[in-house]
């Protein structure tokens, strides 16, 4: 098993899935979602987890990896501040649902495997994933990505300087322009408080 991708010179060539330290199979959507990393959940909630999560795993592995890596992010820009509000995180629910096709109870879970991946493993995994991403994503696929970075953090009308600067981050490490960040930030302005005037 591996991954499509599409070389330079127009070729499609299999690529194997990259493994961590300790792993001796291809990783999962789970995995990559740092649930197998995690404790097993409390009684109540584990049914309904496994229940979602083979939902999530009969995905075509490479829309599976792409949906985990685009959540994961989503997560780790909302997270930039060390607060995700309810409005963040339910913007994030909404745009993988749309994006990944998923329902919404899929989508839910997602956004919560990614923001437990991001509180626990972020600082260590955030290269490698948006590596990841790259590798899996078009440039309009990456515009669109840094879109929604946006669209998450604006969520509650407030984009802070701590969350502004780690979008920053994130579109360089997607080899994006600083024109096509300007040109995505530009949209945003309003909700943007390093361009706020102090309230007198």
């Known amino acids: 098993m591996g991954i499509s991708l599409r070389m330079a010179d127009g070729e499609l060539r299999r690529q194997p899935w990259p493994c961590p330290e300790g792993y001796n199979r291809p990783m999962g ?20 987890i496994r229940r979602i999560a083979r939902r999530l795993e009969e995905m075509d592995p490479a829309q599976a990896r792409y949906l985990a890596a685009f959540a994961y992010l989503l997560g780790r820009v909302a997270n930039a501040d060390s607060a995700i509000s309810e409005l963040e995180s339910s913007r994030m629910e909404e745009l993988v649902e749309e994006k ?7 989508a839910v ?43 998450v953090c604006a969520a509650d009308r407030s984009i802070t300087a701590v969350e502004d600067r780690e979008i920053r981050q994130i579109a360089s490490e997607l080899l994006l322009d600083h024109r096509d960040f300007i040109e995505v930030r530009s949209r945003y302005r309003e909700h943007l408080e390093v361009l706020r005037k102090p309230e007198e």
């Not at 990944?100 to 899929?106: A, F, K, S, V, W």
């Open 29 to 48: 959507l789970l995995d990559f979602l740092g649930f197998a990393k995690s404790s097993e959940p409390a009684d109540g909630d584990a049914e309904s």
């Open 100 to 106: 990944g096709h998923l329902t919404r109870e899929q």
């Open 109 to 151: 879970m997602t956004v919560e495997m990614a923001k437990r991946q991001n509180r626990l493993f972020g600082h260590v995994e955030n290269f490698l994933v948006t590596r990841e991403f790259n590798q899996l994503s078009s440039r309009e696929q990456r515009l669109e990505l840094l879109d929604c970075l946006f669209s």
